[in-house]
Structure formats: structure tokens, C-alpha cells
């Protein structure tokens, strides 16, 4: 590097400021600098001149600033002591130097015990290094460990986490971006990274951050139904003659084992994989596979920040979500910098091929311009103040290790807006440019590859069941057994097929397998070579997009429906009278649906209701809207209603619903008889009996008001509501769980006011708060049930007036079951019970709390894991 020589200043200040610059700039470019750089980067420092005397200006107003920073830290952070035994130290270290000597990481790298100690809690684990490139190894300690903590113990809600030093993640970053997602409104996932004190093997490593790893714990905290994360793999890398890169990319899904030994999860990941594919393969629209709403969302903060790093192909994770069958973004290595010259770009969205792809579609477009409308009109008095304030105290955590962190300059994020709202067509927006090349090389082409079991299938007819396997990898691929599945769940061996085995199919190869005709169902314990081998599970006839909920034009067509429904654009109103419907009725997207008083739906075993928009019931007390199956049938399947946004209004008046099970059409399986995902739902005098589901009444990420709701003789759970705020009153729940146990109120994550209900033969538990919900109830009944009232997972029950009589178990509980959650806590005024020694039914686990008429209930040891495998064991029908 040349240094041009100053020019002679006429002050002492100005000499002794070009001194210290002249020195700066030579660290900097003396053989020692990578030495230096590194550890000026592992304090925090980031660059955010380019030219070098700015560059040594900025450095040395950091380096000034930094023992006022140090002196000011908060010091007070939790602490992670980390025991490692000497030989397992070594092959941490032996991978950390086979990535020196290669460059990266190795893929293939040691995993070692060790224990972990918070507070007085000691927990069995096991550590890896995490990450791929040399930044998260190059310290002399602060190297980056992934995390998996034993025995399902957590730490920081997660049981799977990484430490990493801040400068990894350009230290406040990511933090910064999560919290402009959660002020701007927008609901998408984000990993939280909670600064930490980190000692391993009695060396102490400083501040780190520890960062929640893609797992169901993120899921969970994030207010998300259990479901799968997938990303993507490169399968294979081709250059032409002009340089355009072609990329073979393969979905698959994270936590492989853990989504493969279950089979509801099992199949969330075939639809999952093969909707991935599909948008690759530019066979269905993007907004067909994603969430339109909230990939819109996440891609304008992207453009926003100018967080490129975000949509590298590899960097890429989405949350399949298991009731919408959509894909959500993740916020994954955004790696949001605070440099302008990094910072301010045209949309990067706009350039990378997979987001390109995205924005193709009309709808989510329109929703990407949405999201931008709504951050410019939000982001100079409420935005930037909320990330301001949230700055200042992050920083406060780091500076003890890190005391050349520096705040973000936001005059820098107003112009990046500017200049976004304005085109970049005028100055001085028109100096901002796309994507540097130098900084990523973009895909030219991008196709897909499947995995071998969506490029297989288990085939029948009346005569003969065959399964076809083609290994379509490059890889050979093991079949090591079969296990057939008869229709009543009766378990085949297999025996004359699995003499045959183990066999390898090499790469294109193909091979069938003839099976009983009367198997429904198989799993395959396989792998690809290099993987363990698992059981994949295939349906007889079942390909992974055979069904999945998507409103329909044509749901209608050629079936003898028009004499009952008038159809018009966003439109069915339902005529009065009784109908029989022997096929399943789906209506378009955002269609009202409106059934009239003295309506009576009669349904066949396979027949069932799917509305995508909005359901209007209008009975009366006089003239009700029945539905129930027809009179040869057992069982129907169902109403399922879809609603667009979250404001949508759906009001049911006047209903009674009976002998419904919950739809079942190909791999997408939910609970409820009466199923409703997001939306305002409104219920009043409804009444559902007899269903033959999991739940009677499931209800997802919506707003309620209900009044005079009658469950009775539930199969298994009576009502579940799941991330929902509002109300529930006047309600009876009899008879409930008769077959296999069930709850009478299930919430998760839900903030509600509950008021005059009453339980009746209760064979789990009446009232059951978990996941973090918040419950306020005025007057509840409990008779013959179980349990009475039960918090659970860092839920918050506040109670007056409740009344027992004939608990079988316990009456009042609190403890914690998740421990991403950990304990919970009750309160209950004007509590009575008729029951002999009631005292001795009210329980709280150590680290929970439970009052009961203002008398704190002395807290004992729980063994909960006993407790869910004997008096609370439960067989849900799936």
C-alpha cells in the first residue's frame, strides 16, 4: 500500500493527529497486520471508512473511547462454565487445525461430551465446532461450539444452541435486524442471541453470544406449532465457457433424525421437500409454496438493511408450517454491517437468482411493496428510536470484551430508505449501486434434485401392493429392512422380503419390492452412503402433493352442487334446506361463505368443508345450521377454514356440528373437526358433539370472541386453541376424552379471559395453560375430571371463583413440563372444594408457584416425565 505524505500543518493538533494516523495505517500494513486485524475485529471494531487516513481517524476515536466503554459495561451477564476432558479437548483442537490447514471447517468433525454448569444446574451435553469458515476459529479462544444440551434440559429457552464471538456475527447485527422484524410488526422467526459469559476448562473466554440453533425450541418460542426447518444443500456445481454458474440444489430438512423418527413430522417433511422442489424446478408459483405475506415482509427488511448475506442459496432456512402447508423465512446470517459502502445497495433482493425468483410472483410482490410501505411510513419515529434504545443497552452487554463495538449510524439507514422509496435516481442515491460481484458471485442458473424416497413410491391396487425405490443421487444407497403396516395398524415383518436384504443400489439405479396386497403403509430403514440409516415411511397411492390445503376453482365443477349454492366472484351463498354432499366442497381463495338459518348440511364419510376466506353462519334459535354426517356413514370430515388475514371476520351463530373427524387427504392431517387458522373468529351458541378427531374445535393464530360454545362426548380433546387472544364464556365441555384422555381447554401461547365455564367428566385435564399462555378466569366449574386446572411451561393463571368436586388427581397444579418454558405459576381466590383432603390435591413444583385463597402451597419435587407416562398418558387418535 502506498501512503502519500501529509502536507505540513500550521498546529500542533493537526501534527500530532497525522502522527497517530501515519502509525495506524502502518499496523496496518506491516507483516504483523493479519495479527492486529484479527484482533482488532475480535474487540469489535468494524471498519466504516474506506479510505485509510478516515479508516485510521475512526479507529483511533474507537481505540479513545474504549476504557469509557469498558468502565460503563454491564457486567452482570449470565455465566457458562464449560468442562471439556483433556482428550476430547484434543480432537476439538485436531479439527480447528485440519481447518487451518484446508481452509474451512471440516464437514466431517469431532462431536465430544462434556458437561455445562448455570447457576447451580449441571447438564450432560455434547460439543462441536460450529460454523464453516476460519473467522469462527482464528481467535486464540472465543472459538465458535455448537451446543447440544442432554437429558432435554435447556438453557436460554433452547436445547440446541452455538456460542459465538460477536465479531461472527458483526456483533449487535443480527440482534438489530430481529428486533427491526418485531417494531416493524412483521411475524418472522428469529433466533435470539443473548450475550453470555463463557469459561471453558477454567479459561475465561469473554463475552459471547449464545445463538438459538434451528431447532423445535425455536419453533416453540417463536409461537410456532411443532413442524420441520429445511434449507438447502448443493448437489452439484457447473461453470460454462462465459462463466455463468449452474447450481444443482437439494432441500432437505434439519434435525433429519428427529423429523424422521416421527411420523406426523415425517410427513410434514415429504410435503415440505417436494413443495421446495417444486418452486426450483419453476413447476408452481412461489406463492403457492411460501408464505406470501411474510416472505414479502423479510425480504424488504433485507432490502432495507442491505442484508445480501441473507439470501446466498446456502444461507437460506424455512419453517414448514404444518396448518397452512406453506414455508416461512427464517432470519438466517443477515450479517447486517454498519459500514455505508457495504450497506447502502440497491435491493439485493432484486439481484440474487432464488429472491428474483420470488418476486416474480405477482402476489408476493405485492406484498414485498407492502412491507415497504409500511417501513418507510414507520421508520423515522418509531423504528429507529425502538432499534436506538435497544442498541444502547445490547452494546452495554459487550463492551466488557468487546470495547470497540460502535453504534450504528441510522442517518445512513434513512438514506438507504430514501433512495429505496426514491428509485436511485437522483443524487446522491444515484452512487449507490447493486451488489458488488467482488463481494458474492451470483447463481445463473439454479435446478433442483429430489431425495431418493419423493423419487420412490409405494403403488397398489385390489390385486397386489408393490413398492418402487430409485436412487436418483450420486451416492449409493442402502436398504436395510421393510416393515409393513396393515389397515388396522397391524405390524407385517416382512420376512420373505427382508431375506433379500440388506441390498445397495448404485447411482440410477432401480429395484421393486412385491408386498401383501392388504399393506397400507411401509417404512424403509435406509440411507445414503455417508448417512444413518432411518425409516422413511411411505403411503400406499400417497405422492407427497397428492392433497394439501390450497383454495380451488374448480372444487365444484361437474358435481351436482349448483342447485344449493350461488356462486359468484368471492362469493357462496348457501340455500336453505337440507342437502346431502357426498364429495369434498373447496372453495377459491378469498371466498365468503355464507349459510343461511334452517340450513342442513348432511355430509358422507369422505366428504367434508375447506373454506379459504371467510365463513358467515347465520342460524337462529328457532332455525339453526345443522351439520352431521349422513345416516350410513360413521364419520365425515370435517370444516376447515382458512382465513387470508388476520383481520378476516368469520361469525358462527346458531350451529350445531356432530360426528365430524378432521380431514384427512393425503399427507396434510390436522386435528379439529371444526378447524380455523388466523382471523377474528366470533362464535355464539355453538354446539359440537360426538366428533371422532383429536380435537372437537382447533383454533390457530386467531383472535376469539365466543359465547355459549357446548362440546360433549369428545373423542379426545374438546377445544385447543393454540397462539390465540380473546374471550370464552358461558361454555359446558361434558363427556370429554371418553377414548383415550383429553383436555377440555387446551391452550398454547394464548392470552385469554375466560369467564362461567363449566367441566363434566373431564378424563385428562379441564383446563390446561402451556407455552407461555396467560389466562384470567371468573367462575369455573369442575366435576368429575382428572385434573381441574393446570399451568404449565411459564403460563400465568389468575382464577376467582372456582369450584371442584370429584377429582380423581389433583385439582390445582403448576409446573413446568418444556424446559425451553420452565415453571409456571396460578393464583385462585375464592377457591371451594367439596372433595375429602383437597389440600393434598393442589401440587406446585419446585421453581413453580401456586396460591390458593392468598396461601402459597409449599412447592415439592415433580417427577413429570412419570407423571405424562401414567396418570395423564394419553392415545390421540392421528
Known amino acids: 500500500m502506498r501512503l502519500d505524505t501529509p502536507q505540513p500543518s500550521t498546529n500542533r493538533r493537526s501534527k500530532g493527529i497525522y502522527a497517530l494516523c501515519i502509525v495506524a495505517i502502518l499496523l496496518l500494513v506491516l507483516p504483523t497486520t493479519n495479527s492486529v486485524k484479527s484482533f482488532l475485529v475480535d474487540k469489535g471494531y468494524v471498519a466504516t471508512n474506506l479510505a485509510p487516513q478516515d479508516k485510521a481517524v475512526e479507529l483511533i476515536e474507537n481505540l479513545l ?4 466503554r469498558w468502565y460503563f459495561a454491564k457486567t452482570d451477564l449470565p455465566t457458562l462454565k464449560i468442562d471439556i476432558k483433556y482428550q476430547d479437548w484434543l480432537k476439538l483442537k485436531a479439527d480447528r487445525d485440519i481447518a487451518f490447514s484446508q481452509g474451512s471447517i471440516p464437514e466431517m468433525r469431532n462431536e465430544v461430551s462434556a458437561f455445562v454448569y448455570h447457576e447451580q444446574n449441571k447438564i450432560p451435553a455434547k460439543i462441536r465446532l460450529q460454523g464453516d469458515m476460519l473467522d469462527h476459529i482464528n481467535k486464540p479462544n472465543r472459538w465458535s461450539f455448537k451446543v447440544t444440551l442432554k437429558n432435554k434440559q435447556a438453557l436460554f429457552e433452547s436445547r440446541r444452541f452455538a456460542l459465538v464471538a460477536p465479531s461472527v ?9 430481529a428486533k427491526s422484524l418485531q417494531t416493524a410488526g412483521f411475524d418472522i422467526i428469529s433466533p435470539k442471541n443473548i450475550p453470555v459469559k463463557v469459561i471453558v476448562n477454567g479459561d475465561d473466554w469473554g463475552v459471547m453470544l449464545l445463538e438459538q440453533a434451528f431447532s423445535q425450541s425455536l419453533l416453540a418460542t417463536n409461537n410456532r406449532t411443532e413442524g420441520l426447518i429445511i434449507r438447502l444443500d448443493l448437489h452439484s456445481e457447473s461453470s ?24 406426523s413430522l415425517s410427513k410434514q417433511r415429504q410435503l415440505a421437500l417436494a413443495l421446495m422442489n417444486d418452486f426450483l424446478t419453476n413447476d408452481r408459483p412461489a406463492s403457492d409454496v411460501f408464505d406470501a405475506a411474510r416472505l414479502g415482509q423479510y425480504l424488504a427488511m433485507v432490502d432495507l438493511w442491505g442484508a445480501w448475506h441473507a439470501l446466498t442459496w446456502n444461507n437460506w432456512r424455512w419453517y414448514y408450517n404444518p396448518h397452512t402447508a406453506k414455508l416461512e423465512p427464517i432470519q438466517s446470517d443477515v450479517a447486517v454491517t454498519p459500514a455505508p459502502h457495504i450497506w447502502l445497495m440497491q435491493p439485493p433482493s432484486h439481484t440474487f437468482k432464488l429472491s428474483k425468483a420470488m418476486l416474480k410472483d405477482p402476489i408476493i410482490m405485492a406484498q414485498y411493496q407492502e412491507a415497504k410501505t409500511a417501513l418507510l411510513t414507520r421508520l423515522d419515529n418509531h423504528i429507529i428510536p425502538a432499534l436506538k434504545a435497544f442498541e444502547d443497552e445490547f452494546n452495554h452487554k459487550l463492551h466488557t470484551d468487546s470495547p470497540l463495538i460502535s453504534g450504528f449510524d441510522y442517518e445512513v439507514m434513512k438514506l438507504q430508505a430514501h433512495c429505496w422509496e426514491s428509485g436511485y435516481s437522483s443524487s446522491p442515491c444515484d452512487m449507490i449501486k447493486p451488489l458488488n460481484t467482488q463481494l458474492h458471485k451470483q447463481i445463473d442458473v439454479f435446478l433442483a434434485q429430489s431425495n431418493w424416497d419423493l423419487a420412490s413410491a409405494l403403488v397398489g391396487s385390489s390385486t397386489q401392493t408393490i413398492l418402487h425405490v430409485r436412487n436418483n443421487d450420486r451416492v449409493p444407497l442402502v436398504i436395510k429392512g421393510l416393515e409393513g403396516i396393515s389397515k388396522f395398524d397391524e405390524i407385517n415383518t416382512l420376512d420373505n422380503v427382508n431375506d433379500r436384504l440388506p441390498i445397495q443400489l448404485l447411482s440410477g439405479e432401480s429395484t421393486s419390492f412385491t408386498l401383501p396386497r392388504n399393506i397400507k403403509a411401509i417404512n424403509v430403514a435406509a ?5 444413518s440409516i432411518q425409516p422413511f415411511h411411505f403411503i400406499k397411492n400417497e405422492t407427497p402433493l397428492s392433497f394439501f390445503p390450497r383454495g380451488s376453482e374448480h372444487s365444484t365443477n361437474g358435481f351436482p352442487f349448483n342447485h344449493f349454492i350461488d356462486r359468484s366472484i368471492g362469493q357462496w351463498v348457501l340455500k336453505r334446506g337440507d342437502w346431502l354432499i357426498d364429495r369434498y366442497l373447496i372453495t377459491p381463495q378469498n371466498t365468503k361463505v355464507i349459510i343461511p338459518p334452517g340450513t342442513n348440511l348432511t355430509f358422507s364419510r369422505d366428504a367434508g368443508m375447506m373454506v379459504f376466506g371467510s365463513l358467515q353462519v347465520d342460524g337462529t334459535s328457532n332455525d339453526p345450521v345443522t351439520l352431521t354426517k349422513s345416516q350410513e356413514a360413521a364419520k365425515w370430515s370435517g370444516l376447515s377454514v382458512f382465513a387470508p388475514t388476520s383481520y378476516t371476520r368469520h361469525s358462527i351463530r346458531h350451529m350445531k356440528l356432530s360426528y365430524a373427524s378432521s380431514p384427512k387427504l393425503g399427507l396434510w392431517q390436522p386435528r379439529g373437526a371444526i378447524y380455523f387458522v388466523n382471523g377474528i373468529v366470533k362464535m355464539d351458541n355453538v354446539s359440537i358433539s360426538d366428533n371422532q378427531s383429536e380435537d372437537g374445535l382447533n383454533i390457530v393464530n386467531a383472535h376469539i370472541h365466543i359465547d355459549q360454545l357446548s362440546i360433549s362426548n369428545a373423542l379426545s380433546d374438546a377445544f385447543d386453541c393454540d397462539f390465540c387472544t380473546g374471550t370464552l364464556k358461558n361454555s359446558a365441555f361434558d363427556n370429554i376424552g371418553f377414548r383415550s384422555g383429553g383436555d377440555g381447554l387446551d391452550v398454547s401461547g394464548s392470552n385469554l379471559n375466560l369467564h362461567n365455564l363449566s367441566f363434566n367428566n373431564v378424563r385428562d385435564k379441564a383446563i390446561s395453560a402451556g407455552e407461555r399462555s396467560q389466562l384470567n378466569i371468573k367462575e369455573a366449574y369442575f366435576d368429575d375430571v382428572n385434573f381441574g386446572l393446570v399451568a404449565k411451561d411459564d403460563s400465568r393463571i389468575v382464577a376467582d371463583k372456582v369450584t371442584a368436586a370429584n ?9 413446568s413440563k418444556k424446559s425451553i418454558f420452565g415453571p409456571a405459576s396460578m393464583q385462585v381466590t375464592q377457591y371451594q372444594c367439596s372433595d375429602l383432603n383437597c389440600d393434598q390435591k393442589n401440587v406446585s413444583e419446585v421453581g413453580s408457584v401456586l396460591v390458593v385463597n392468598n396461601v402459597e402451597v409449599p412447592v415439592q419435587q415433580l417427577n413429570v416425565k412419570n407423571l405424562y407416562n401414567t396418570v395423564m398418558k394419553s392415545d390421540k387418535p392421528r
Open 65 to 68: 473511547l474504549a476504557p469509557i
Open 169 to 177: 456475527r458483526i456483533n449487535q447485527g443480527a440482534s438489530l435486524f
Open 240 to 263: 460454462s465457457n462465459n462463466g455463468s454458474v449452474t447450481r444443482v440444489l437439494k432441500p432437505r430438512e434439519i434435525q433429519r433424525k428427529t423429523i424422521l423418527n416421527n411420523h
Open 527 to 531: 440411507g445414503l452412503e455417508g448417512k
Open 807 to 815: 377429582i380423581k388427581h389433583n385439582a390445582l397444579m403448576s409446573y
